[in-house]
């Protein structure tokens, strides 16, 4: 198993290294996210484990129990992550050229690239499956479009994770970045006129596989609405975040937390502030919560403070 950043690093080209770091500078969740290669090209196929039966304790020479895993398979396809860019020759021109205008330009996008697939992975997959199984707990807030969520996942290899190509990214790239007609001058429409200019397609194969549900829960309503000054509407209490992690099993080493700075912020003034002790020498005050009891907890701003109340 490697971390999205490591793999990125490890296993790129130079350019391609600067193209991942481009897609994570916004996108801390994808950046620690645990990535697995797929066994079959573009499909990676899994077991979803229903029965165990394990080994025993038994007495001094007697007859061994059977053991078995009783299993179904399954499989999940990755999906295309692509785009195109397109300029027109004098637009070109004034950034000195095509290769310096996709060059100014690529970045931005990437960016914004690693933002949307982030957020894909946070709502689609985790946020969905967890209240589709009904591994919930409602923090009770009302304020229609101003809830916030905060999902709790506990990472298994072969269970829970990215997924990637190995054939892709295992040859030095992480998006194959490729020039319309060599890079030359062609011909393509834009706002119904026929144009000369210059193209770029970029296009990449990434999947979340989420074989087990009982690894994911949510929490969601949590509302940071004051209607009595000073006080959130609805805050999870200690026992509520505790019991969320329960749920997954979660631990010091494998569990993590992802929701809004807004929650970050409010957990830091509602569950530490109070504890916060300065000298009268002391310029700096850190309300700030990393961990909630050794679980790693990710604030992320491709989460939404505006979030339907969940019923």
């Known amino acids: 198993m490697e971390l999205f950043r490591s793999l990125a690093l490890s296993k790129l080209a130079p350019k391609q290294q600067l193209v991942s770091t481009d897609i994570i500078e916004q996108a801390d969740v994808l950046a620690a996210l ?61 950034f000195g050229g095509p290769v310096a205008f996709f060059a100014e330009m690529m970045p931005s996008i990437l960016q914004k690239t690693g933002m949307d697939i982030e957020r894909t992975y946070l709502y689609n997959t985790l946020r969905a499956l967890a209240i589709s199984k009904g591994n919930v707990i409602d923090a009770g807030g009302t304020t229609v479009n101003g809830q916030n969520s905060i999902i709790i996942v506990k990472y298994v290899p072969g269970e ?31 706002n119904g006129k026929t144009i000369s200019g210059y193209g770029v397609r970029i296009k990449t194969y990434l999947g979340f596989l989420m074989a087990n549900p009982s690894n994911v829960a949510v929490i969601v309503n949590v509302d940071l609405k004051q209607s009595t000054p000073g006080e959130y509407d609805a805050i999870p209490s200690k026992s509520a975040v505790n019991k969320a992690v329960r749920m997954v099993r979660g631990g010091a080493n494998n569990t993590y937390m992802y929701t809004t700075p807004a929650v970050v912020d409010a957990f830091g003034e509602v569950y530490k502030s109070s504890i916060v002790r300065m000298g009268s020498d002391e310029q700096n005050i850190n309300t700030m919560i990393e961990y909630w009891n050794k679980v790693r907890l990710v604030s992320t701003y491709n989460m939404d403070e505006t979030e339907a109340v969940v019923s």
């Open 160 to 190: 829970s994770g990215g997924i990637y190509d190995p054939k892709g990214w295992g040859n030095g790239k992480a998006f194959d970045i490729k020039p319309y007609n060599g890079g030359n001058l062609y011909k393509f429409t834009r």
């Open 34 to 94: 645990p990535m697995y290669p797929t066994n079959n090209g573009l499909r990676h196929v899994y077991r979803k484990i229903n029965s165990v039966k394990a080994a025993e304790i038994i007495n001094l020479d007697d007859q061994l129990t059977s053991m078995n895993v009783d299993f179904t398979a399954d499989f999940k396809d990755l999906s295309a992550i692509g785009g195109e860019i397109e300029v027109g020759e004098d637009e070109a021109q004034q």
